[in-house]
């Protein structure tokens, strides 16, 4: 049971490349979100998912897209990397339970964009 | 803007002294729990208190909640060095659907 995987751990991008941040959760939980984490700001809602095929746009939506074809995967994609977007960027897996939602975490991908 | 802020965003410490870091948010909420992360890691639940709670203790871990102050408090009592960490508070999006964190407290304890 592995939980949440992230991959790539690390990346450097170039300006004005695109990547595919992935994220695979083997729990069978229903909601995943993608967050970035920048010093001095906490963690940032970037988009989430309730279910296959339904996502959502959180706090910092733009320069993302997300989609979820499956209940196990939840790609993150940057369209055109700007040095704005160097940040670590953290999948979670969310369960709900009487009302509450607990999360659980990959390991980050640590993204640098040059 | 994020829900939750933190208080205050680093605190240090010896050894055997309690912690104590602050929440305030901005909305009505069902609950709020806080999470830990350790340096270069992702985050891990500690402990949820709901609405119609006061306080909850878990281990070392005491939280209050004040939902009139629209406030939290996460107390660690008894601190150990392996205790140095971020410490967030979350609340839930919109009826459950993603969490909103703050900002962190930076929390270090030294031998």
């Known amino acids: 049971n592995a939980g949440v995987t992230q991959t790539p751990k690390f990346q450097v991008l170039k300006t004005g490349q695109s990547m595919t941040l992935q994220c695979a959760q083997d729990?069978?939980?229903?909601?995943m979100s993608w967050y970035r984490q920048d010093p001095g700001m906490g963690l940032r809602l970037i988009h989430y998912s309730v279910g296959a095929g339904i996502t959502d746009q959180g706090e910092v939506p733009n320069g993302y897209n997300v989609s979820r074809s499956t209940t196990e995967d939840f790609p993150l994609r940057l369209l055109s990397a700007a040095p704005s977007q160097t940040s670590v960027y953290f999948c979670a897996s969310s369960t709900a339970n009487q009302g509450s939602i607990f999360a659980f975490f990959g390991q980050g991908t640590r993204l640098t964009v040059v | 803007s994020q829900q939750g802020e933190e208080d205050p965003q680093a605190l240090s410490i010896q050894e055997g002294e309690n912690a104590t870091m602050n929440c305030s948010y901005k909305t009505s909420i069902n609950n709020l729990q806080w999470y830990r992360q350790n340096s270069g890691r992702g985050l891990v639940h500690l402990i949820l208190i709901r609405s119609n709670e006061r306080e909850k203790h878990s281990g070392r871990l005491r939280v209050t909640l004040d939902t009139s102050k629209k406030s939290s408090s996460l107390l660690i009592t008894a601190s150990r060095a392996a205790d140095t960490a971020s410490y967030f508070c979350a609340t839930a999006r919109q009826a459950g659907t993603a969490l909103i964190f703050g900002k962190g407290t930076t929390l270090s304890v030294s031998s």
């Open positions: 729990m069978n939980h229903e909601y």
